[in-house]
């Protein structure tokens, strides 16, 4: 098992450098651009790499333009509605003052600064979030979130049971006409 790094390309030696020191802790890091097989398909992989990964940490900043590949990564995390489970560590790491993403919010964030001493103190708060997942979730907003879903749901399937009597309605009109 490992821990899957999400990164953009602006932040990339950021994410070398924090694998660096989590790997001095025995923690499997996956990170595409040390870990992708050569001739791989980039998108395959990160998708099985995301599926296999134990837990995820997130390095979002400095602000600007979005990555498209750190996009398709959240993506995947959100379909696959991880950030629902309080179980698997999802671990936000800002760097400068960046909008913390929808889906993260329920999360602890830790703030990754310029210096070395500052990624060792990150890498040691990422090795204690991975052991003890509660410690990084804010529960009333986890429960916040999962009844906004279920809100979201129930009202889908209202409408789509709306959309499927006027069908039905349709088709009876059709029928005597």
């Known amino acids: 098992m490992h821990v899957f790094i999400s990164h953009s ?3 990339s030696n950021a994410a070398f450098r924090l ?6 802790r025995n923690v499997e890091t996956w990170l595409d651009v ?4 050569p001739g791989a398909e980039w998108d395959q992989s990160v998708v ?5 990964a134990a837990g995820f940490v997130f390095l979002i900043g400095p602000p600007g333009p979005g990555d498209r590949w750190q996009t398709f990564e959240w993506q995947q995390i959100v379909d696959h509605e991880y950030y629902l489970d ?3 560590p999802l671990i936000p790491v800002l760097i400068g003052d960046p909008e913390i993403p929808g889906f ?3 999360r602890q964030s830790l703030v990754l600064g310029d210096t070395p001493a500052s990624c060792v103190d990150v890498a040691d708060q990422i090795v204690s979030a991975l052991r003890n997942p509660a410690v990084s979730v804010d529960k ?8 906004a879903r279920r809100r979201a749901l129930d009202s889908f399937r209202e409408y789509a049971q ?7 309605k349709r088709a009876g009109i059709r029928a005597v006409e």
């Open 104 to 106: 993260l919010k329920t």
């Open 162 to 168: 709306v959309l499927g009597e006027e069908d039905v």
């Open 140 to 147: 009333k907003k986890l429960e916040l979130g999962r009844e």
């Open 48 to 52: 099985a790499a995301i599926q296999s």
């Open 19 to 24: 694998c660096d020191e989590l790997r001095k």
């Open 9 to 11: 390309r602006i932040n």
């Open 86 to 88: 309080p179980s698997k």
């Open 34 to 37: 040390r870990d992708l097989a």
